[in-house]
């Protein structure tokens, strides 16, 4: 690959990451994340407490970017959850499928009508195949899972738990192209209330369990925030990281507001020696990846 082509896609992943999106090296001319597996986690680095997968990796630091892009032509993948972004996968029928299956684009356009709404306009992205990307924001406080067919056939959706190849990406059958809108447009109402996962039924907690999950809570919050303080040079990134993620299970169950969390452990990683910066792009991801996986209360004692 040509010096100019590997400088596009550093472009092309850094434009990405000005738009607010996360992103993350994919193996040279695939689709697939150049990042290790959990199987080969030498927990060490990013991963020092504990295996960190590309949707907890991904990033919008510049400086980062470059570092990681100056190894290898990567493409560059979208973890769509941490972005903000729902994106809409029309695929183009595989070789398997039946002679008449529609792809999906048609199958969008026969949704939109039966919804008696307009195509909406948005960023789009032409795959290699010939199918269709298309880029939604999520409103503020909307968690809305990847899907797969929900809304039709040949259609999925990446939201949180999914990825999309960001555009400039090359594959041996050709690129990710921009073909349409310079900007993601808010994802339609009637779509988010198809996409909405429907919530479950909370039984109220007693009030004598509340209390004492309380107590627990904020008990917590000051040995992970003293724990913090005191971490030594070489450790402290890591400590921050532990105890986001001890803590972001009682953000998820309610015992604990993020704000409080989070002014808590910055302050504390500032304290200790790290940069404003540091703190915040660490407990942003701990703290995601903690409250996604801890939506159900278990024994805390």
Not at 110 to 131: K, Q
Not at 283 to 297: D, E, V, Y
């Amino acid at each position: 690959m040509t010096h100019d082509a590997r400088s596009a896609l550093l472009r092309a992943a850094l434009d990405a990451a000005e738009r607010g999106w996360h992103v993350f090296p994919l193996r040279p001319g695939t689709k697939r994340p150049a990042l290790h597996g959990e199987a080969s986690c030498t927990g060490t680095g990013e991963c020092a407490a504990g295996h960190r997968k590309w949707e907890q990796r991904a990033t919008t630091d510049p400086d980062r970017i470059r570092a990681a892009w100056s190894r290898a032509p990567f493409n560059i993948g979208v973890a769509a959850g941490p972005s903000g972004l729902v994106v809409v996968d029309l695929d183009m029928p595989k070789p398997e499928d039946d002679a008449d299956a529609p792809c999906g684009v048609t199958s969008f356009h026969g949704l939109c009508e039966c919804a008696g709404r307009a195509v909406p306009t948005t960023l789009t992205v032409r795959t290699p195949s010939g199918g269709r990307h298309l880029y939604f924001t999520t409103p503020p406080g909307i968690r809305l899972p990847s899907t797969k067919g929900t809304l039709a056939k040949k259609i999925d959706t990446r939201a949180w738990g999914g990825y999309v190849v960001a555009a400039g990406s090359i594959t041996p059958a050709g690129p990710y192209e921009a073909v349409d809108g310079p900007v993601a447009a808010p994802l339609p109402s009637w779509l988010l209330s198809i996409l909405k996962p429907t919530p479950k039924p909370v039984q109220a907690p007693s009030v004598a369990l509340t209390a004492q999950s309380s107590r627990y809570a904020d008990t917590a919050l000051a040995n992970e925030t003293r724990n913090v303080t005191s971490a030594q040079h070489g450790g402290r990134e890591a400590a921050l990281f532990r105890a986001a993620r001890a803590l972001g299970r009682f953000i998820a169950w309610g015992d604990l507001p993020r704000s409080a969390v989070e002014d808590a452990l910055q302050g504390a990683g500032e304290a200790a020696g790290l940069t404003a910066s540091e703190c915040r792009s660490t407990l942003r991801s701990a703290l995601n990846w903690s409250i996604a996986h801890n939506q159900q209360r278990r024994e805390t004692a």
